[in-house]
């Protein structure tokens, strides 16, 4: 069984940052990308950054400039960092992580974690 756990979600002002991590755990062997969705009010569940074991970045395009994906293999941690943060920024972020290869089955799925609310005031 792999559970991901969310952290760093809050309330901020406007132009401020805050830093996302979810750490998966569980008889983990590989995981091939990591990533964060969100899912604004009223919206659905969007892409906001992914990153490859090989640190392939990939970004929605409203985010590009403001926020960074990072990853640390060896802790199966995946981070965002989020700077000069909008209004429109407020959702519930969830941590994706796909093609989890766990032992002893060697088999891969793809998990989420339970999401984390961040909330930017104007």
């Known amino acids: 069984q792999v559970h991901l756990v969310e952290s760093g979600g809050g309330l901020v002002q406007a132009g401020g940052s805050l830093r996302l991590s979810c750490a998966a755990s569980g008889s983990i062997v590989s995981i091939n990308a990591m990533g964060w969705y969100r899912q604004r009010p009223g919206k659905q569940r969007e892409l906001v950054a992914a990153?490859?074991?090989?640190?392939?970045?990939n970004y929605a395009d409203s985010v590009k400039g403001r926020f960074t994906i990072s990853r640390d293999n060896a802790k199966n941690t995946v981070y965002l960092q989020m700077n000069s943060l909008k209004p429109e920024d407020t959702a519930v972020y969830y941590c994706?992580?796909?093609?989890?290869?766990?032992?002893?089955?060697?088999?891969?799925?793809?998990?989420w974690g339970q999401g984390t609310q961040v909330t930017v005031s104007s």
């Open positions: 994706n992580a796909r093609g989890v290869l766990t032992s002893p089955t060697l088999e891969r799925y793809d998990y």
């Open positions: 990153i490859t074991s090989g640190g392939s970045t």
